[in-house]
């Protein structure tokens, strides 16, 4: 079982930025890729950003130049560096770990750009 803990949400005003961070826990190994996805009311779940295990990227186009995603596998943690938010980025963020034996969701944080 591995655990997903999401940090990093809040309120800001558009423009600004934001870093979220999902740490790992459990027994974690065979990875295929970690990601970002965002849900807003009403609408479905979609993917923001993904990095896989080799280190490839790669970003929904609506955050495309603004969002980045890292990973630090030292800290088994993956980072979601939002910047320039627009208040369309509200939403839900949920932090995903794809491995060979299936998957693992975190419990979310939610990201509000309002003035």
């Known amino acids: 079982q591995v655990q997903l803990v999401e940090s990093g949400g809040g309120l800001v005003q558009p423009g600004g930025s934001l870093r979220l961070s999902c740490a790992a826990s459990g027994s974690i190994f065979s990875i295929n890729f970690m990601g970002w996805y965002r849900q807003a009311p009403g609408k479905e779940r979609e993917p923001v950003a993904i990095?896989?295990?080799?280190?490839?990227?790669n970003y929904a186009d609506s955050v495309k130049g603004r969002f980045t995603i890292s990973r630090y596998n030292a800290k088994n943690t993956v980072v979601l560096q939002m910047n320039s938010l627009k208040p369309e980025d509200t939403a839900v963020y949920y932090c995903?770990?794809?491995?060979?034996?299936?998957?693992?969701w975190g419990q979310g944080t939610q990201v509000t750009v309002s003035s």
């Open positions: 995903y770990w794809n491995f060979v034996n299936g998957g693992s």
């Open positions: 990095i896989t295990n080799d280190g490839s990227t």
